[in-house]
């Protein structure tokens, strides 16, 4: 029974987040939110729970972690506001450890650097274009995988390209060295991350992970 699972959602309110809370609580999964304005919210299920605050905030991850089992964060970086993705992860980590949670699933973009990448010269290109544009926001993306290969528990970082909001499931194309297309759904996304609740395929890896072309 995936009651029996209970999941720990950062996101909720993003563009992937509210197509994967939408397919865990379809599958039946305990899910506790973290929503920063929940006056605002108007989502409720009898599976889901609602915490109030920023993953910022060292105790609003404890409360958030406390009574799940896994832990999964699609919370990206505004270009305007304070870095988060670094601080989110140590915080996470830390309430993690309090917890005894050892599952952590996160999304980042497909110029993520990883030992073992070969990137085809357009995602080469890519990259290059996002590090000399952005150059903050992807160091501090880039040190959360280093903070995480240096921990003992068992994350899986999902690499993604552009994401396009649809219900639609065109199938999953997933690979360790490159990201082989240029979009994925919502939906494909969503399925993929729930797979990754229980499956170890991935564990201390990095995948590029995209939806198949419409054919």
């Not at 759904?185 to 969503?190: I, K, R, V």
Request: net charge neutral; charged share 25%; hydrophobic share 40%.
């Amino acid at each position: 029974m995936t009651q029996s699972i209970k999941v720990a959602l950062l996101g909720a309110t993003g563009k992937a987040g509210q197509y994967l809370l939408q397919e865990l609580l379809k599958e039946k999964y305990s899910v506790k939110s973290l929503i920063r304005n929940p006056e605002t919210y108007m989502i409720s299920h009898p599976l889901l729970e609602i915490v109030a605050g920023d993953i910022k905030d060292l105790d609003t991850a404890r409360q958030l972690l406390k009574d799940c089992d896994v832990v999964i964060s699609t919370i990206g970086q505004n270009k305007d506001e304070e870095l988060i993705s670094s601080l989110a992860t140590l915080n996470i980590m830390k309430a993690m450890k309090e917890s005894g949670i050892t599952r952590y699933i996160l999304l980042t973009g497909s110029n993520l650097e990883v030992p073992g990448d070969q990137k085809s010269a357009k995602n080469l290109a890519g990259t290059a274009w996002m590090k000399s544009t952005f150059p903050v926001i992807v160091a501090d993306k880039q040190k959360v995988y280093e903070i995480l290969t240096t921990s003992q528990i068992d994350w899986t970082v999902v690499r993604l390209p552009w994401i396009e909001q649809t219900n639609e499931r065109r199938g999953l194309i997933v690979d360790l060295q490159d990201c082989p297309e240029e979009l994925i759904s919502t939906t494909d996304l969503a399925d993929f991350l729930i797979t990754q609740i229980t499956d170890t395929t991935y564990v201390k890896k990095a995948p590029f992970v995209a939806s198949q072309k419409n054919r």
